[in-house]
């Protein structure tokens, strides 16, 4: 059953869908009486078969089955800190954060970041990246979609990341100690693991000693100078190899 949308408060039982999840799955996905879908709910980790009862764009009405624990979730805790960059490119990351189990994404603001937002566009970029967490947890399975907040300051942010998880490290472009083997000791001994991501033009000296300062170890993946969005990528596709299953 590979269709999927999320229910807030799942419950067994005949319900009718808001006007968002009936329109996604009547008319987006084009969904018929009898047809069947599987429903989630990402803040109880829980999920139901469902079934459409009457088809409607706006008020569709369907069943439930049994709710269960999901089977598809984050197993450690994984916090992604990610500067705010220009474009689109935080909403990719966001995408692959999520793909790649990320249970938590804060986006910050850092001295040498291009991008900026002011308080307004704030909210709605916010808005933006959660649907597109929600929409990329949909997609792969997950039942958990990560939280994502924004805009903090660093500092902030990497407080907030220091209170929550174990092994913290901040990718830098200058630092000489290799990431592999200490994320390979992380992660086969399953400790909560953050990154801490730059901008464009890189972390200053000082945002790096402000991390280490927090336990967020400087580390590098070699020679090549990433992307700010392909970093994230390496790192979190790292952790989804050495800890599958």
């Known amino acids: 059953m590979s269709i999927r949308t999320p229910i807030e408060r799942l419950t067994a039982g005949e319900h009718t869908l808001t006007a968002a999840a009936s329109h996604h799955l009547c008319r987006v996905l084009r969904l018929r009486e009898g047809d069947r879908f599987m429903a989630f709910d990402p803040k109880a980790r829980t999920e139901a078969d469902g079934t459409i009862v009457e088809a409607s764009s706006v008020a569709a009405r369907v069943t439930f089955g049994l709710v269960r624990g999901a089977n598809v979730i984050a ?3 994984l916090l992604l800190l990610y500067a705010l960059a220009k474009g689109d490119k935080v909403d990719a990351v966001v995408r692959d954060a999520t793909e790649l189990g990320a249970t938590r994404i804060v986006i910050a ?3 040498r970041a291009v991008a900026k937002v002011d308080s307004v566009r704030q909210v709605s970029k916010l808005e933006r990246w959660r649907r597109v967490a929600e929409q990329a947890s949909r997609q792969c399975g997950r039942a958990d979609p990560p939280t994502v907040e924004g805009v903090r ?4 942010a990497l407080d ?9 490290f901040c990718l830098w ?3 000489t100690e290799p ?14 693991l953050a ?8 972390l200053t000296a000082a945002e790096v000693e402000q991390a280490s300062e927090r336990g967020f170890s400087p580390v590098s993946l070699g020679r090549f100078i990433l992307r700010t969005e392909t ?3 390496a790192v979190l596709g790292a952790v989804r190899v050495l800890a599958a299953p």
Request: cysteine-free.
């Open 160 to 168: 907030l990341a220091a209170e929550e998880t174990e092994a913290r």
């Open 75 to 77: 197993r450690v805790p």
């Open 179 to 192: 990431l592999g083997p200490r994320l390979y000791a992380a992660v086969t001994s399953g400790r909560s």
């Open 195 to 202: 990154f801490a991501i730059g901008p464009e033009g890189g």
């Open 153 to 156: 300051e660093w500092r902030e």
């Open 173 to 175: 472009e200058n630092a």
């Open 109 to 111: 603001r850092t001295s």
């Open 231 to 233: 970093v994230a990528a």
